[in-house]
């Protein structure tokens, strides 16, 4: 079965530092990776989706995530962090076949002023 | 605007009660999810449908029940049998169940316990 490591349930940086969200999968086949984020008391919204074709990704609010094989890995970045990007973030994978999507536990993302 | 409903925002249960959490999409998805979050433990697949009078059990179905009558509605029934329903809810639609579809999420409804 296909799975979904988030390393770290809470990260905390600085206002205007690099924000790096650690995603590990499992997977037999090139998966289909997402990474969502919610705010407190919402629903999730998606950031970014990797498909095929270019590794990196960008996203909305200035996130991209680069899609690297041979590590099975899929972090999310950002070069500056923002107030606003406090919330949980959720990396997923979409297994082959008819299966819905595997979520991560989830990475709460604190932002110092 | 296109998008999922979901009612009400919070929902509180008495011992032994039935409660029904509402879930409506006008995106003309195939297929809708229910999820149930807790702290620290992700978001767990309760039931999923495909397309309309057909659902298949998630990974904690046990207590839960749905329907899926039409396209647009999957209403998920929280029974008695679930001994701990305290959480957070969460559903979610795609075009279609398949690998790669993105999945939009409503903005959940909270159960409590009274």
């Known amino acids: 079965a296909q799975s979904v490591t988030q390393l770290g349930s809470h990260v905390s940086v600085s206002e205007g530092a690099l924000v790096l969200l650690r995603c590990n999968y499992s997977?037999?086949?090139?998966?289909?990776l997402f990474w969502y984020v919610q705010y407190p008391n919402q629903g999730l919204q998606l950031l970014l989706k990797?498909?095929?074709?270019?590794?990196l990704v960008k996203g909305i609010n200035g996130f991209e995530a680069e899609f690297k094989k041979s590590e099975t890995s899929f972090h999310l970045t950002k070069p500056s962090a923002h107030m606003s990007d406090a919330a949980e973030y959720f990396c997923?994978?979409?297994?082959?076949?008819?299966?819905?999507?595997?979520f991560g536990k989830g990475t709460r993302l604190s932002v110092i002023a | 605007d296109g998008g999922i409903t979901q009612s009400p925002k919070y929902l509180f249960r008495k011992e032994g009660q039935n409660v029904t959490l509402s879930c409506e999409q006008n995106?003309?998805?195939?297929?809708m999810y229910w999820y149930r979050q807790d702290p620290g433990q992700g978001l767990r697949l309760i039931y999923y449908?495909?397309?309309?009078?057909?659902?298949q059990k998630g990974d904690i179905a046990e207590g839960y029940s749905v329907s899926r009558e039409k396209k647009e509605s999957f209403p998920l029934t929280v029974t008695s049998a679930q001994k701990n329903p305290t959480a957070f809810y969460l559903c979610?639609?795609?075009?279609?169940?398949?690998?790669?579809?993105?999945?939009?999420f409503g903005p959940g409804t909270r159960l409590l316990v009274l």
């Open positions: 997923a994978v979409s297994p082959s076949g008819n299966t819905p999507l595997v």
């Open positions: 449908s495909q397309i309309v009078n057909d659902f």
């Open positions: 979610a639609s795609s075009a279609r169940q398949g690998a790669g579809e993105t999945q939009y």
């Open positions: 997977s037999s086949v090139p998966p289909y």
């Open positions: 990797y498909t095929t074709g270019a590794t």
């Open positions: 995106l003309n998805h195939d297929a």
